[in-house]
């Protein structure tokens, strides 16, 4: 493994899944000013053109910062030079994925495990593939299952699974996979959150808040588990309940604007 693709990997190989409860505001699809620090460094990168790992480091802070066009135009520099670098590939993806554009995302982990069929890229590909109700997810989730990588990996195919199936309309199915999710990684909030909503897409809302607020007293800090009970008291046409699980939610995340919208709604 080259300089690059180690230089990926410490930059985050982290899977991670989000659910699909909340959209993104306009507010939040808007480019984020660039931080002085990122000035700085595409200052650098313009001194050191040639300094791949630089230039990497550039391309996940324009990423992290949401502007996406980019940052993909360094991932592009980059694989210009080292086309059959997984990493980079892998990486690319991930900008397409957070960018809102999956079809490229896919395009981008196929390329990727054409080079080296990472446990990794698979759970990416196979969580889009999840979220687009392709059965190509679950093949995916069987094919790593098969590879016994352990609790960790059979959590997140649990989890993924139960994304396809609640997509497709099968809550037995969904609840039982992020059960098993659950049974594999209690801590794993996303499934937790995710059995939620498939209550609360049935609108079984006492159900859904009853997971919620066991969300919450798994990890009392996650702003979610309460953002998603208020949601449920205001279905519920619990006013009161519902605006203090929307103030509980933001104090924890600043930057949950829904929260914030919904305070400003249900306080008029």
């Not at 000035?39 to 790992?53: C, E, N, R, T, Y």
């Not at 230039?55 to 940052?71: I, N």
Request: hydrophobic share 40%; proline share 2%.
């Amino acid at each position: 493994m080259n300089t690059v693709s180690r230089a990926v990997l410490a930059a985050g190989f982290a899977i991670l899944f989000s659910c699909t409860g909340k959209e993104k505001t306009a507010e939040e699809q808007k480019e984020k000013p660039l931080a002085p620090e990122v000035v700085s460094m595409i200052k650098l990168v313009k001194q050191h053109p040639d300094s791949a790992g630089l230039r990497l480091r550039l391309a996940v802070a324009l990423d992290s910062s949401a502007h996406y066009g980019e940052a993909l135009a360094q991932m592009d520099s980059l694989i210009s030079r080292d086309s059959l670098n997984y990493g980079l590939w892998y990486s690319k993806a991930q900008v397409w994925e957070h960018s809102g554009d999956t079809s490229s995302a896919i395009r981008d982990y196929e390329r990727a495990l054409r080079i080296y069929p990472a446990p990794e890229a698979q759970l990416s590909l196979a969580n889009l593939f999840a979220e687009r109700r392709d059965v190509k997810a679950i093949n995916i989730c069987e094919n790593l299952n098969r590879l016994k990588l352990g609790r960790e990996y059979d959590a997140h195919c649990a989890f993924i699974e139960g994304v396809y199936y609640a997509r497709t309309g099968d809550t037995t199915r969904a609840i039982q996979q992020l059960d098993k999710c659950i049974a594999n990684n209690y801590t794993y909030m996303e499934a937790h959150i995710e059995k939620g909503l498939v209550y609360f897409d049935h609108k079984d809302y006492n159900k859904a808040l009853e997971v919620f607020r066991f969300a919450s007293s798994v990890n009392t800090l996650y702003a979610d588990a309460y953002y998603y009970q208020a949601r449920a008291y205001e279905m519920m046409n619990k006013k009161d309940s519902a605006l203090l699980r929307f103030k509980q939610a933001l104090s924890l995340d600043k930057n949950l604007t829904q929260a914030k919208e919904k305070i400003q709604q249900l306080q008029k």
